[in-house]
C-alpha cells in the first residue's frame, strides 16, 4: 500500500515556474514507478511525466517537453516535477501516481495508487 501527497501547487504568471513534490508513505516507495498526470476542467486526465524506479529513466509528453523536469529522491520518498516557462494551458489539477510494473507508464489505468491532487492555475 502507497499514500501519496501532492503540494507546491499555486497560482503564477505565464512563462514563471512551479515545483511540484509528491510525498510517498511505505518503505517499497523505491520499486515504483512514479508518474505525474494532469486533469483540466471538461478533459481527460493525460499523461504528463513518469520516471522509473531507479530514477535512471524519464519520460514526457510532448507538451511539456524541454520545460518539465521529473526526478525522485527515493531516501525521501519523494518525487518531483519541476514545471518551467509555464503557459496558460498548463492549468490543471496535478496528481502523482505510483505503478508496480512500469510497463504502461502513459496510461492511468495502470496506476494502482493516486494522490488527491494539486491544483495549478497559469495566468496569462
Known amino acids: 500500500q502507497v499514500q501519496l501527497v501532492e503540494s507546491g501547487g499555486g497560482l503564477v504568471q505565464a512563462g514563471g515556474s512551479l515545483r511540484l513534490s509528491c510525498a510517498a508513505s511505505?518503505?517499497?516507495?523505491?520499486?515504483?514507478?512514479m508518474g505525474w498526470f494532469r486533469q483540466a476542467p471538461g478533459k481527460e486526465r493525460e499523461f504528463v511525466s513518469a520516471i522509473n524506479w531507479s530514477g535512471s529513466n524519464t519520460y514526457y509528453a510532448d507538451s511539456v517537453k524541454g520545460r518539465f523536469t521529473i526526478s525522485r529522491d527515493n531516501a525521501k520518498n519523494t518525487v518531483y516535477l519541476q514545471m518551467n516557462s509555464l503557459k496558460p494551458e498548463d492549468t490543471a489539477v496535478y496528481y502523482c501516481?505510483?505503478?508496480?510494473?512500469?510497463?504502461?507508464?502513459?496510461?492511468?489505468?495502470?496506476?494502482?495508487?493516486w494522490g488527491q491532487g494539486t491544483q495549478v492555475t497559469v495566468s496569462s
Open positions: 501516481a505510483a505503478d508496480q510494473n512500469g510497463s504502461f507508464y502513459r496510461r492511468a489505468y495502470a496506476y494502482a495508487y
Open positions: 511505505g518503505r517499497t516507495f523505491s520499486s515504483y514507478t
